[in-house]
Nanobody, 123 residues
């Protein structure tokens, strides 16, 4: 069983930064691919960034490239999402998710989900 707990969301002004954390627990975690998804009201859940635990396979959505950075701390079994230059379009609930195997871009490909953390960017 895998458990994911997100933290770090909040309210920030446009142009500001936030760092989200996803603390993971479970066995054999190095086989999982980790993704950060977001879902805004009335929109579908979308993958914004993904990474494997070796860091050799990283994905960013075009909308966040150059602004967001995903990383892992293998000792802490934690995945981070550093978000810079935030704008109101980044407002959403952000979810951490895990899947066994390689990368996948769709939510249905992920087996485990955190509870989500709200990010609100004011203009």
């Amino acid at each position: 069983q895998v458990q994911l707990v997100e933290s770090g969301g909040g309210l920030v002004q446009a142009g500001g930064s936030l760092r989200l954390s996803c603390a993971a627990s479970g066995r054999n975690f190095n086989i999982y691919y980790m993704g950060w998804f977001r879902q805004a009201p009335g929109k579908e859940r979308e993958l914004v960034a993904g990474i494997n635990w070796s860091g050799g396979e990283i994905y960013y959505a075009d909308s966040v490239k150059g602004r967001f950075t995903i990383s892992t701390d293998n000792a802490k079994i934690t995945v981070y999402l550093q978000m810079n230059s935030l704008n109101p379009e980044d407002t959403a609930v952000y979810y951490c998710a895990a899947r066994s195997g390689g990368s996948d871009y769709v939510p249905s490909g992920y087996n485990y989900w955190g509870q989500g953390t709200q990010v609100t960017v004011s203009s």
